[in-house]
């Protein structure tokens, strides 16, 4: 989920760590914190698969040529070709159901601009699925009487009040998806290249 979170604000400008540290608790909120402990050890891993760039950032003089900034030296990271390949692979990816997948669904939604029309709603309509199987299993759960607790039921009732919240949620997106049509999207540069990509892996699998 974090080496997605990372490709998808590196494919918008290259940024040092700081920065992606910051960008990521803004863009997610309080739903998800990221420590350096775990952000560093991910761009390294990155840079050694070759999906990202890293380079010492460098400032320009009055004259025009570029050095490298004084006191502590910050690393600037860039997405790669292959980072931009495995970005729409980890966008794409099979869901594992759970309550880690709720996250990551979070995470994956936050870049849907990057794919075409009909893989969004391919996706939202896979979650959808998943989700009514998941409010399906926490009916019976109920119907079966097997929950004396309280509690335990509390806990049951509640998770089937916000099961069903997220799959009106993602069929309000679905159908909204459907009704700005397919008009292709303005993308530009990588993004258009990507879009082309997706759409031959879809004719072909």
Do not use: N
Request: charged share 35%.
């Amino acid at each position: 989920m974090l080496e997605l979170a990372i490709l998808g604000l590196l494919k918008e400008r290259p940024m040092h760590g700081y920065q992606l540290s910051r960008e990521l608790s803004d863009a997610h909120g309080p739903f998800w914190r990221v420590s350096y402990g775990s952000l560093y050890p991910t761009l390294r891993r990155l840079e050694r698969d070759g999906a990202i760039e890293a380079t010492p950032e460098e400032s320009v003089t009055s004259r025009g040529s570029k050095t490298r900034t004084k006191g502590r030296r910050k690393t600037v990271y860039a997405i790669t070709e292959p980072g931009e390949q495995l970005f729409l692979e980890l966008l794409e990816e099979t869901p594992q159901e759970g309550q880690a997948e709720d996250a990551r669904f979070r995470v994956r939604l936050g870049f849907f601009r990057y794919l075409p029309p009909e893989t969004r709603i391919r996706l939202m309509e896979r979650r959808r699925g998943a989700l009514e199987q998941r409010l399906a299993e926490i009916d019976d759960a109920i119907r079966s009487g097997d929950t004396q607790d309280d509690y335990r039921r509390a806990v049951l009732e509640h998770s089937r009040a916000s099961t069903g919240s997220d799959i009106a949620w993602l069929t309000g997106l679905i159908q909204a998806e459907r009704d700005r049509g397919t008009a292709a999207p303005r993308y530009r540069g990588s993004e258009r290249r990507a879009t082309a990509t997706l759409r031959r892996k879809e004719r072909t699998s």
